[in-house]
């Protein structure tokens, strides 16, 4: 699935600075927040909602 979202250039700037730091795509540290936002509200972690096979 694809969806698109529309970043503040700051934010996107920052992000960007954080990737690259830690030598990860920008995807990754959204996936993170992600992450983060679905525990905080008792969701289990994306990585356990993905469908089998799918990366």
């Not at 700037?13 to 830690?22: D, G, K, Q």
């Not at 992450?35 to 509200?41: C, E, G, I, P, S």
Request: hydrophobic share 35%; aromatic share 4%.
């Amino acid at each position: 699935m694809h969806t698109s979202v529309y970043l503040p250039k700051e934010v996107h700037r920052r992000l960007r600075e954080i990737a690259f730091t830690r030598d990860v795509k920008v995807h990754d540290v959204i996936m993170e927040g992600i992450d983060a936002a679905l525990q905080k509200h008792g969701h289990p972690p994306v990585s356990s909602l993905k469908p089998k096979g799918e990366a």
